[in-house]
């Protein structure tokens, strides 16, 4: 059984920094493209920031430059340093896999809350 389990969120002044972890369980994690979503309060799941089989990264212009993805394929953890954090990044923080096509393709974890505030 596939589960996604986020951890690390808090609350954090703007300019802040946070770093969130993915622990994946029930899948082969080394073999897939694995991501960040975010979700803020009346908008639609995003994804962020992405880590290839391969070591590539990609990442949303709103935090190219701040936010820094990587990941431990022998602890199949997932992770994401956010620095320079701003009220606009509070959201709920998902990780999930990434196709091609940019879609996540397996069952949500519950997410951890992240809320930049002074």
């Known amino acids: 059984q596939v589960q996604l389990v986020e951890s690390g969120g808090g609350l954090v002044q703007p300019g802040g920094s946070l770093r969130l972890s993915c622990a994946a369980s029930?899948?082969?994690?080394?073999?897939?493209?694995m991501g960040w979503y975010r979700q803020a309060p009346g908008k639609q799941r995003e994804l962020i920031a992405a880590s290839t089989t391969g070591g590539s990264t990609n990442y949303a212009d709103s935090v190219k430059g701040r936010f820094t993805i990587s990941r431990d394929n022998a602890k199949s953890t997932l992770y994401l340093q956010m620095n320079s954090l701003k009220p606009e990044d509070t959201a709920v923080y998902y990780c999930?896999?990434?196709?091609?096509?940019?879609?996540?393709?397996?069952?949500w974890g519950q997410g951890t809350q992240v809320t930049v505030a002074s």
């Open positions: 029930g899948i082969s994690f080394r073999v897939y493209a």
């Open positions: 999930n896999t990434v196709s091609p096509t940019g879609i996540a393709t397996m069952r």
